[in-house]
């Protein structure tokens, strides 16, 4: 059974910094690529920031450009989201992913294997 553990919310002033944590039991963590999506109240799931298998390609939405990185250790079957300059309307439940296959995605419905979300509040 496969399970993704998400780690690393909580609450945070505006321009403060967090890194989430998500880790991989289960399957071969080394040949998935894995995503980071969040959900704010009222709004549908959103792309944040996706990784290839190896960690050599990544991607990320234009609304956190710059300011998130993702991140990924195999040895430690855990990726990693660190959010810096963090804004208000960044508070979401964020929820990483894995996909069976290597390349990165930024669509939700390529996506398998999801955690059960973290929630992030940053207050103005």
């Known amino acids: 059974q496969v399970q993704l553990v998400e780690s690393g919310g909580g609450l945070v002033q505006a321009g403060g910094s967090l890194r989430l944590s998500c880790a991989v039991s289960?399957?071969?963590?080394?040949?998935?690529?894995m995503g980071w999506f969040r959900q704010a109240p009222g709004k549908e799931r959103e792309f944040v920031a996706a990784?290839?298998?190896?960690?050599?390609?990544?991607r990320a939405a234009d609304s956190v450009k710059g300011r998130f990185t993702i991140s990924r250790d195999n040895a430690k079957n855990t990726v990693y989201l660190q959010m810096n300059s963090l804004k208000p309307e960044d508070t979401a439940v964020y929820y990483c992913?894995?996909?069976?296959?290597?390349?990165?995605?930024?669509?939700?419905?390529?996506?398998?294997?999801w955690g059960q979300g973290t929630q992030v509040t940053v207050s103005s």
């Open positions: 992913a894995a996909r069976d296959k290597l390349g990165s995605s930024t669509i939700i419905n390529d996506y398998r294997y």
């Open positions: 289960g399957r071969t963590f080394s040949t998935s690529a």
């Open positions: 990784i290839s298998w190896s960690g050599g390609s990544t």
